[in-house]
């Protein structure tokens, strides 16, 4: 007797038949495939399984094609940083140069966050006894932070010159074998935080390469004026910038990235010790109701912004004031903005003219990223990307976050 099977045969899949007592390792008598286009009776060799066996039916299992296999994804992928930079390589985004220097900063981020959860155990919290060149107490952690990352970016061998808020002068690096890309940093932002545990971060730009003035820095330690003014012109404005991001250190281990193509977030898992894709094409809302400003600053403020920020807190007829959240890290600060919407503001006053956050290292690649996801950057009246930079350690007040917020602003400072 000739057992034939019908059935009804999906255009993505094919049917498996064998006989009742195993699949394990079947041999070609006991198995029939249907194409998925004709019904085709099992061979007439199928009797003698049957009778061998004993009788029996035959069961089935669907087996998937190639084309299916690839829709589906398992629950261990993962996109690591190393990889996504390497998807935007392969389609041209960026090239083989950037993606080492954007995987050496990754790599001084993840050491630096290891320093900074470790900070009481090894003895690295208080004040390292120096003043930087903002006249700013050196915290231990902002000497060895920029260490690390000077170091990473050396290594790297693709960086021309790199420069950060704890440094005078910007430096060349000589190590370079190809590349050349500028880069601006600040290695540990909001560290007057560190001794409470409270969150920080590190900040930073990449520019594209220019030899224009690395024939004047010869080898020197320190620049004359003439050489420093060169240097800025390298460093160029914000709407130049062709990498921003930065690390926030929290409770997660936050890296957010923009290659000029949206915003992407990556959380370090401790257990693999990699950055994992954690938020793609992140879009800040378009308004908000908190508000993040230091308010204990309020007296020394012009009248202008005085009535912008009384105004937030009138609850008006919806009945609702907007809500205040500072932590004082720019870093954490902004992450928040970033996801929930509303405005972060770091104005001028009577003993800060122009702020205290700087345009090269913080002002600039926030606003890069903002504006990314969506947003805005402003100092105020201009928009801070449009901002050339004409000291190496430049100050501008900000304004950001969502447009309607930034906007609502401007307005009153106008």
Not at 135 to 156: I, T
Not at 282 to 306: H, M, R, T, V
Not at 308 to 319: A, Q, V
Not at 380 to 392: K, N, Y
Request: charged fraction near 20%.
């Amino acid at each position: 007797m000739v057992v034939q099977a019908a059935a009804i045969i999906t255009s993505s899949s094919h049917l498996l038949f064998s006989s009742s007592r195993s699949l394990s390792r079947p041999s070609p008598s006991q198995l029939c495939v249907f194409d998925s286009k004709a019904l085709v009776p099992c061979p007439n060799s199928t009797n003698t399984s049957k009778k061998k066996h004993g009788g029996g039916g035959l069961k089935c299992m669907a087996v998937s094609t190639a084309s299916e296999a690839k829709t589906k994804k398992s629950k261990f992928e993962i996109q690591t940083l190393t990889g996504w930079l390497l998807k935007q390589e392969q389609t041209g985004v960026i090239d083989a140069e950037l993606t080492i220097v954007i995987s050496s900063i990754s790599m001084a981020c993840k050491q630096i966050a290891s320093l900074v959860q470790r900070a009481s155990i090894s003895n690295l919290t208080g004040v390292q006894g120096a003043v930087n060149i903002q006249g700013e107490d050196q915290k231990k952690l902002d000497v060895v932070s920029n260490e690390v990352f000077s170091s990473c970016l050396r290594s790297s061998g693709r960086t021309g010159i790199i420069a950060s808020e704890e440094e005078d002068v910007p430096v060349a690096v000589e190590e370079s074998y190809s590349g050349n890309y500028i880069v601006v940093f600040d290695p540990l932002d909001g560290s007057s935080n560190i001794d409470a545990a409270v969150s920080t971060g590190s900040i930073f730009g990449i520019y594209s390469p220019n030899d224009e003035c690395l024939a004047d820095i010869g080898d020197d330690s320190t620049l004359d004026q003439t050489e420093q003014r060169c240097i800025v012109n390298v460093c160029q404005p914000g709407s130049n910038l062709l990498v921003a991001g930065y690390c926030m250190y929290s409770s997660s281990v936050i890296f957010v990235l923009t290659i000029g193509k949206g915003v992407f977030s990556f959380s370090l898992d401790p257990m693999y010790g990699e950055f994992v894709l954690t938020q793609e094409n992140i879009q800040i809302p378009k308004a908000g109701k908190i508000y993040s400003f230091n308010e204990g600053n309020y007296q020394l403020w012009d009248d202008k912004l005085k009535k912008y920020i009384d105004d937030l807190k009138d609850p008006g007829s919806s009945g609702k004031p907007y809500s205040a959240r500072y932590i004082g890290s720019l870093v954490g600060d902004f992450h928040r903005t970033l996801l929930y919407g509303g405005i972060y503001g770091y104005p001028r006053d009577k003993k800060s003219k122009n702020g205290k956050l700087r345009l090269l290292y913080e002002c600039a690649p926030m606003s890069f990223i903002v504006e990314q996801a969506g947003g805005k950057g402003s100092d105020g009246h201009h928009r801070v990307l449009d901002i050339t930079p004409t000291e190496i350690h430049q100050r501008v007040p900000l304004y950001i976050g969502s447009v309607e917020e930034v906007e609502k602003l401007e307005k009153y400072l106008a």
